[in-house]
């Protein structure tokens, strides 16, 4: 039997609806006015506060749970279902919290070059042949690894006039479906 092509799969806003879930906590716990299409993944800029502050609300949400509670994206179930049979698949974190605050470590170093290699190393790692994430950065990173990035949703954060080669944009699981479909 030959063995099946992987899909990396991150969670944030592709397999979960984490901006709705985190704007919604941040607005109760810290009196906060943000909508989901304020969000990005630069806690310190978005509440506009330090980094100290940043990572000791981050340990409020990672103690409440936040995480846990966010909705998924229901339409991902039946095509992940379809992809399964087809495909390996794989879930992959990018969330801004492990890779900022843990792995990389400074939360200003999202441009950080051995960061972003650390990120095309794991996928590489993982042998993922396509990547699907709503973030360009790790879109665009996967692609510089020859993997295949399927860049999720028309979200705020996520607008670009041009793609890098072998970054394909779709708009949700419907486009997903569609886009291997194809293949
Ligand atoms: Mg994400």
Same mark, same amino acid.
């Given at each position: 039997m030959t063995k099946k092509e992987i899909i990396a799969v991150d969670i944030d806003?592709?397999?979960?609806?984490n901006a709705e879930g985190f704007v919604e906590f941040s607005n109760k716990r810290w009196g906060t006015n943000l909508v989901?299409? #304020?969000? =990005? #993944? =630069?806690w310190a800029e978005l509440w506009g506060v330090e980094n100290h502050e940043a990572v000791a609300r981050a340990d409020v949400l990672v103690k409440d749970g936040v995480f846990r509670s966010y909705n998924h994206l229901e339409d991902a179930l039946p095509v992940l279902s379809k992809l399964s049979k087809r495909f390996d698949l794989v879930v992959v974190n990018f969330k801004g919290l492990f890779k900022e605050v843990?792995?990389?470590? %400074?939360? #200003?170093? %999202?441009?950080n070059h051995s960061a972003q290699k650390g990120k095309g190393d794991l996928l590489k790692e993982i042998g993922a042949h396509y990547l699907i994430d709503d973030q360009i950065k790790h879109c665009k990173t996967a692609a510089e690894h020859d993997i295949e990035a399927l860049l999720f949703g028309n979200y705020s954060w996520n607008r670009a006039e041009d793609l890098p080669a072998g970054v394909h944009r779709v708009s949700n699981w419907r486009g997903v479906a569609e886009f291997f479909d194809a293949r």
């Amino acid at each position: 039997m030959t063995k099946k092509e992987i899909i990396a799969v991150d969670i944030d806003d592709v397999l979960a609806t984490n901006a709705e879930g985190f704007v919604e906590f941040s607005n109760k716990r810290w009196g906060t006015n943000l909508v989901p299409s #304020d969000y =990005h #993944d =630069h806690w310190a800029e978005l509440w506009g506060v330090e980094n100290h502050e940043a990572v000791a609300r981050a340990d409020v949400l990672v103690k409440d749970g936040v995480f846990r509670s966010y909705n998924h994206l229901e339409d991902a179930l039946p095509v992940l279902s379809k992809l399964s049979k087809r495909f390996d698949l794989v879930v992959v974190n990018f969330k801004g919290l492990f890779k900022e605050v843990y792995f990389a470590g %400074i939360w #200003d170093e %999202i441009t950080n070059h051995s960061a972003q290699k650390g990120k095309g190393d794991l996928l590489k790692e993982i042998g993922a042949h396509y990547l699907i994430d709503d973030q360009i950065k790790h879109c665009k990173t996967a692609a510089e690894h020859d993997i295949e990035a399927l860049l999720f949703g028309n979200y705020s954060w996520n607008r670009a006039e041009d793609l890098p080669a072998g970054v394909h944009r779709v708009s949700n699981w419907r486009g997903v479906a569609e886009f291997f479909d194809a293949r």
